[in-house]
């Protein structure tokens, strides 16, 4: 079983709708949860963190944290051409202060003007 | 600015040359971390480092080495580099409380 796991897409949303984007996790010790986007060809760029249950908002994105069900979700609102790019969904836990994250394989999301 | 800086961006060499992609980060983070990318296989750590002289293997560390002699520089270093080493690079460098920061990405074409 992968540690991180993500539906690799790609995932087609119309402009101006919501994409939903998911993934789990293995270690149920994993305490930072953090999204990426990567453009094709670019560096990763973190676009949100979440280390509690519950939602974070921060402009057109939300994380869902559940730690219990061991899932975690970015929802983009509003989607926009330029959200199109592959999101990768990153985690890390606490124990030793070693910054050992696991990285998904991504999901391609692609929004239709 | 803050930033994390590679060099090369892109490089194309022939197997066995040795070569040195250096990474340096201007933000004074504790740690720094080598990754390749490569399509269907996500991102895979090769090296990190907790701090100075510290350096420990990832989770595909065969064909490559690494140093921190300095708290800045993470250079990663291929003695004999082979063809199934191509692929785009990303050094990272984070703190214990702060999410990782990202390169630019260097991508290596060994023939």
């Known amino acids: 079983q992968k540690e991180v796991e993500q539906n690799s897409g790609p995932l087609s949303v119309p402009e101006g709708a919501i994409a939903s984007l998911n993934c789990t996790y293995s270690?149920?010790?994993?305490?930072?949860f953090f999204w990426y986007r990567q453009y094709s060809g670019k560096s990763p760029e973190l676009i949100m963190s979440?280390?509690?249950?519950g939602d974070k908002e921060d402009g057109r994105f939300t994380a869902q944290l559940n730690k219990a069900s061991q899932y975690v979700s970015l929802l983009i609102r509003d989607s926009q051409p330029s959200d199109s790019a592959t999101y990768l969904c990153a985690v890390r836990p606490t124990s030793g202060g070693y910054q050992k994250v696991t990285f998904g394989t991504g999901t391609k999301l692609q929004v239709i003007p | 600015e803050a930033q994390v800086t590679q060099n090369p961006r892109y490089l194309i060499t022939v197997t066995g040359k040795k070569l040195t992609v250096t990474c340096s980060q201007n933000m004074n983070h504790e740690y720094m971390s080598w990754y390749r990318q490569d399509p269907g296989l996500g991102l895979r750590q090769i090296y990190y480092s907790m701090n100075v002289e510290v350096t420990d293997k990832g989770d595909v560390p065969e064909g490559y080495k690494v140093s921190r002699k300095e708290k800045r520089n993470f250079p990663l270093i291929l003695e004999s580099p082979s063809p199934n080493q191509t692929s785009l690079y990303f050094c990272?460098?984070?703190?214990?409380?702060?999410?990782?920061?990202f390169g630019d990405g260097t991508r290596l074409s060994i023939l």
């Open positions: 979440i280390y509690s249950n």
């Open positions: 990272a460098s984070g703190t214990a409380n702060q999410p990782q920061h």
């Open positions: 270690d149920r010790g994993s305490q930072s």
